[in-house]
């Protein structure tokens, strides 16, 4: 007989590694640029700035980007209730 599996959370938000696609992507490719930076000159100071530039980069794609309350609170602003004037006089009116 033929059995039914039900999948919960089938809409889920996607993710790679805890980051969403772009903020994903973001950091990689700033690691990269850090790598590159580090192959060109290799010194304490390039070190301590690629780690400064990465941890950076981490908080802002991990805390910021990734963040789902952030990104609905913050980035998303809702249309207003009245664009202009005659919309508000002609409700009104009724």
Same mark, same amino acid.
């Given at each position: 007989m033929k059995e039914l599996k039900t999948h919960k959370d089938m809409r889920g938000s996607v993710s790679v590694h805890g980051f969403k696609p772009i903020a994903f992507a973001?950091?990689?490719v700033v690691g990269v640029f850090s790598i590159i930076a580090l192959f060109g000159?290799?010194?304490y100071k390039s070190v301590?700035?690629?780690i400064g530039i990465n941890t950076v980069? /981490?908080?802002i794609t991990?805390?910021?980007i990734s963040n789902e309350a /952030?990104?609905?609170g913050k980035l998303n602003e809702?249309?207003?209730k009245e664009i202009t004037d005659l919309t508000k006089n002609?409700?009104?009116a009724k």
């Open positions: 973001v950091f990689l000159d290799f010194s301590l700035v690629t980069s /981490f908080i991990k805390i910021v /952030f990104s609905k809702k249309f207003p002609k409700r009104n």
